[in-house]
């Protein structure tokens, strides 16, 4: 598949590109129904009950057994006689220390069906259960989103930093911020203009990931953030922008979800009319 010289407007470039429409039409459904079945799947962003902050102070919330409380030590269970957990496999009873967990980290602790999240985000220890009968994960059809259209598709190029900056963000919680190191940004052209977004590193090995909002943003478009992910840059630093794959994070499905805002920088003064769209869960989308 070719993709767009970045000269050129995806709106401004009506004439045929030289990829088979079907096939990428194809390619993006498959992409899209399996990025809603990993947050649809059981213990998945969907199924997730509470948000519950830890502190010095035991403390019960529902539908989770025991007793939380976190301390120097880490996150502590003190749980109910008869009681159990299972934590990398391994029956726990009584009182079990979890340990420090590090920032974006996390375990796992199973009761039942249900999945107890235990994580660390913007310096504060938390719990989030996961249960696969949650109605948020019930009645979930999917995620409205702009037709593919291989326009959207453009190239840039990766200009990395001296050195990685340390980049303060929002987040979705009130009061709650995230620290990343951005190692460069990615330069490209929309609307007849250059542009750029600071970007952070992504899952894979060598992928980036860009947070952004535009001027779809709260229109069609999920208000607070959208997130692209962009496969490693080739030796000469090109990348391909595919906004098709333009992503919601968890929060615009769920208020337990402690996602990260753009930086103030990442706002795209164009309307980037692809990729998907306001969540049905959050209100009606035209």
């Known amino acids: 598949m070719s993709v767009h010289d970045t000269t050129r407007a995806p709106e401004a470039a009506r004439e045929a590109v030289d990829v088979d429409p079907e096939l990428f039409a194809t390619e993006w459904e498959k992409w899209h129904r399996d990025k809603d079945a990993r947050l649809a799947s059981a213990h998945g962003f969907l199924a997730i009950t509470g948000l519950h902050w830890l502190s010095a102070e035991p403390q019960g919330f529902p539908g989770v057994p025991g007793t939380w409380s976190t301390g120097p030590e880490g996150v502590a269970v003190e749980l109910d ?27 796992d602790a199973v009761w039942g069906d249900t999945v107890i999240e235990v994580a660390k985000r913007g310096g504060n220890d938390i719990i989030r259960p996961r249960h696969p009968g949650h109605p948020l994960r019930v009645a979930f059809t999917g995620t409205p989103a702009y037709e593919p259209d291989p326009r959207w598709v453009v190239t840039g190029r990766y200009e990395v930093f001296d050195e990685p900056r340390p980049t303060t963000v929002g987040a979705s919680v009130e009061g709650l911020q995230h620290v990343y190191d951005a190692p460069g940004r990615v330069v490209f052209r929309l609307g007849g203009r250059e542009l750029s977004l600071t970007a952070f590193n992504g899952h894979a090995p060598g992928s980036l990931t860009l947070l952004f909002t535009d001027e779809t943003s709260g229109v069609t478009t999920y208000a607070a953030n959208r997130n692209l992910t962009v496969e490693a840059p080739g030796p000469d630093g090109t990348v391909v922008l595919d906004f098709n794959r333009a992503v919601n994070l968890p ?25 998907e769209r306001i969540p049905h869960e959050r209100g009606p989308v035209d």
Not at 83 to 107: N, Q, S, Y
Not at 251 to 268: G, I, M, Q, S, V
């Open 81 to 107: 006689e008869g009681t159990e957990l299972v934590v990398d496999g391994v029956a726990v009873r009584g009182r079990h220390l979890f340990g420090v967990i590090p920032e974006r980290g996390g375990v």
């Open 251 to 275: 929060c615009a499905y769920t208020d337990f979800a402690t996602c990260p805002l753009p930086p103030a920088e990442n706002r795209l003064p164009v309307a980037v009319e692809a990729g």
